[in-house]
Every structure is written in C-alpha cells, then in structure tokens.
C-alpha cells in the first residue's frame, strides 16, 4: 500500500441498521484510514446520530436534500482529506485484506483511475454477488461472476469496461473533472461513471482479492429486501439507459445497433404493458422530453472528450437481466429467445463497429 492513507468514505441514505453492522467493520481498519467520512444524503432515520454518538471521530457530511447516490459521491471527492479514496455503500462491510489489495492495485496501475473489490453477499459469503463489470451492447452493465463460488474469481488485477460502486477506490489525482452525473438518482449512476472514465482513456480494475461483504441494499428500492421491482426502481432503470444511450453512444454507432435497440425497446415496452409498469415508462419517456436540450448538450460535450471510441468496449453476451423480471413461464422463455436474437446480431455487427472504431483511431 502507498504510503498516503486513503480516506475511507461510506455513502448512507436511511441506512441505520446497515450502519450497526458495517461502521464496525470498518472500524476495526481505521489505522488503515486518514480518516472515515459519512456523507449522509438527507437520512429521516436515525442513523447520523447513532454514528455521531458512538462513532464521534468519524466526520460526518451532511447533504442538504436527498439527491442520490452519485451526487453523495461526488461531495466525497471534494471533502476527502486525502487523494486516494475507497467509497462503500453503508450496508458493505469491508474484509481484511481489501483495503491493501486496492490500493496496491491503484499502485501498480498509474494508468487506472479506479479499482474495485469482489462483493460477496453477507448471508452467503462463499457466493460472489459480482466482481467487476463490462458493458452491454445494448446500453446497460454486465456484473461478472454473478452468482458464482468465490474460488471461481481470478486472483491478480484485471482490466474491467464497467465500475460496479459498492465499494471501490479512485484516485482523485486521475480523475481529471470526471464526476458522477447528478441528473442519475440511483442505477446506471455507476456504469455511466466507468464509461466514462474508460472514454477518457483511463483503466478500470477488479481485484480479486479484494474482498467485501454486502448486505440488502437501498431502502425501499432493493430487490432482495422487496422480493420485486418497485415503480421507482422501473422508472430509473428506463429513464437512466436511455440517458447512457444519449449520452454516450455517437451517431454512427446508434445507427448499426438501431434494429436490436428497437428490439429491445419494443419488448421492454411490452413488458411494461404485461407488469403494470405503464406509468413509470411514461414518466421516463416525458422526463426525456423535458430534458432533451440538456441531454443534447451533454452529448456534445462527452462525444468531443472521447479518446477511447465507445465501440471499444462494447460487449454482447445475454441481457443482464435480474431474475425477477422474468416472473412466468412465457416471460423466461421471451428473454431466451431475445437473447438467441441479441447475440446473432452482435456476432453480426461487432466486425462493423471494430472497423469504425479503426477508422475513427487513424483520423485523430
């Protein structure tokens, strides 16, 4: 490990009964830390003041609205002490070892501006929630190793297209101006982070040794604590892919990936008609709508800062799709049969976006 110590930021929103678990956990690793910083993004429980009272060496930063995870983030890289910064989400409890193996990652690789750890999930620690991400063709993020034995990881560093959030570690030196996008609340917040960072020509990593135990997620939107999607959750995870669509994908690209972005929207919608998801699909369409001329300065602004063309690192692969979105019979066999489509198709095209990518190489 370098020998600056990292600060150690933990992102809470409502997150008391995690906080009773991981804040020890942490804890115990503090000599590891310049110092361990709760930005708290609006809580109404109590846990701030649970910290303030038994935790009072960790400074708390509060934020004056809720305003999601990224923006969280992104008041954490401007107060932290120290350039090297390992952010977790408040229901992560950080492992032995973890701290170490980042930072040597971060180390060993100047050209990377981030590395991430390998989540187990806290109720099955043998059993990788994800280590590393890459991203989709179609808009969204690959979590890799999902679901797999913890022994199936490989040891080491590797390079990554994606960054999964819930715990990872940037170098504030090698960010540049690069920050989270505000106008994400929650999900996509992360993916459209490490595109781009990998754009702008920085590395990503995962490492595997890195390890974390993570526990039921954010209040009132995670899968695993609701059993289902919430109408909130539908409308980020629309709302957001579009705007990474937006955003990112430059012209040439939308145009060869257009018939299976049409796929795609055409069954989505589908699915919002079949689940009673209607209302968050309009409320994503209209949110679009609203803010087409911001997102159209946007887009400017990333496709000119480009150094890495986005068809680099595009991957295909089945739709990363939880299970819970396909609740029936009827409904899992759509998504097989999607996915048989999806994959030809990039088989199809990947040699066309290669190519363009060559060429857009040798013109600058």
């Not at 934020?63 to 952010?87: C, H, K, Y």
Request: one cysteine or more.
């Amino acid at each position: 490990m370098s020998g600056a110590r990292p600060s150690l930021c933990i992102v809470n929103y409502n997150g008391a009964r995690h906080l009773r678990r991981s804040l020890p956990a942490a804890w115990r690793l503090r000599d590891r830390f310049a110092e361990i910083l709760l930005v708290d993004d609006a809580s109404t429980d109590d846990g701030p003041a649970w910290v303030a009272a038994h935790y009072p060496e960790v400074r708390i930063l509060r934020q004056p609205e809720n305003r999601g995870p990224g923006a969280a983030r992104n008041a954490g890289i401007a107060a932290a002490v120290s350039d090297r910064i390992l952010f977790i989400d408040n229901d992560v409890s950080l492992q032995p070892g973890c701290v170490e193996a980042l930072s040597a990652a971060l180390d060993a690789h100047p050209e990377a501006a981030a590395a991430q750890a390998t989540v187990l999930y806290a109720d099955r620690p043998e059993i990788v929630q994800y280590s590393g991400a890459s991203a989709h063709y179609l808009g969204m993020m690959i979590p890799e190793f999902t679901d797999r034995s913890i022994a199936e990881v490989p040891a080491g560093v590797r390079g990554c297209g994606s960054l999964v959030t819930c715990c990872f570690m940037v170098d504030r030196r090698r960010l540049g101006d690069v920050r989270f996008d505000e106008d994400i609340f929650i999900y996509f917040d992360d993916h459209e982070f490490g595109l781009t960072l990998r754009e702008r020509g920085h590395a990503l990593l995962a490492v595997g040794e890195a390890r974390v135990l993570h526990g039921e997620g954010t209040e009132g939107m995670s899968i695993r604590a609701l059993g289902t999607y919430s109408e909130r959750r539908v409308f980020q995870t629309i709302r957001n892919r579009w705007l990474v669509l937006a955003k990112h994908y430059p012209g040439g690209t939308l145009a060869v990936l257009a018939p299976a972005l049409l796929l795609f929207e055409t069954a989505q919608f589908a699915m919002a008609l079949r689940r009673g998801w209607l209302g968050p699909w309009r409320r994503a369409v209209a949110w679009i709508w609203r803010h087409r001329r911001a997102l159209a300065r946007k887009r400017g602004g990333t496709l000119a800062r480009q150094r890495v063309p986005l068809a680099r690192l595009l991957q295909g692969g089945p739709l990363p799709l939880r299970p819970e979105v396909a609740a029936t019979g009827f409904e899992r066999w759509l998504i097989r049969g999607l996915d048989r489509i999806f994959a030809a198709y990039w088989r199809l095209v990947a040699p066309l976006l290669s190519a363009s990518s060559a060429s857009s190489r040798s013109n600058h």
